[in-house]
């Protein structure tokens, strides 16, 4: 990748999170209150991080070499997801998750 490159993303991605601070921030009222039709803006704005999150897991899970591949790391993320499902405290989370992918690894 070329240093141009590089400088075109990184201005792109400061000018995206200036535009949400500064575009953002005018939309609200004198008093900081939010304009009425842009009520649901910070509840869509929280659950970004978490739909960032689990899509980077579905990556890193399930691709290999641009495949869809099922593997004991799949099974190992379903562990864990049912865990915390269950309210498990997390070290114990990533304790199952890891034990899972072990002993599906341990049998092929």
Do not use: H, N
Request: net charge neutral; proline share 4%; charged share 10%.
């Amino acid at each position: 990748m070329s240093w141009s490159a590089i400088l075109v993303l990184v201005v792109g991605a400061y000018g995206c999170k200036l535009f949400g601070v500064v575009v953002l921030a005018k939309l609200g009222d004198t008093d900081g209150a939010l304009d009425p039709r842009l009520a649901w803006f910070p509840t869509v704005a929280g659950l970004i991080p978490a739909a960032l999150f689990s899509a980077l897991i579905a990556v890193q899970t399930l691709e290999a070499d641009g495949v869809l591949q099922l593997d004991a790391r799949a099974a190992g993320v379903a562990a864990g997801a049912v865990a915390v499902w269950r309210r498990v405290p997390f070290v114990a989370v990533v304790v199952i998750a890891m034990a899972v992918t072990a002993a599906i690894r341990w049998q092929t």
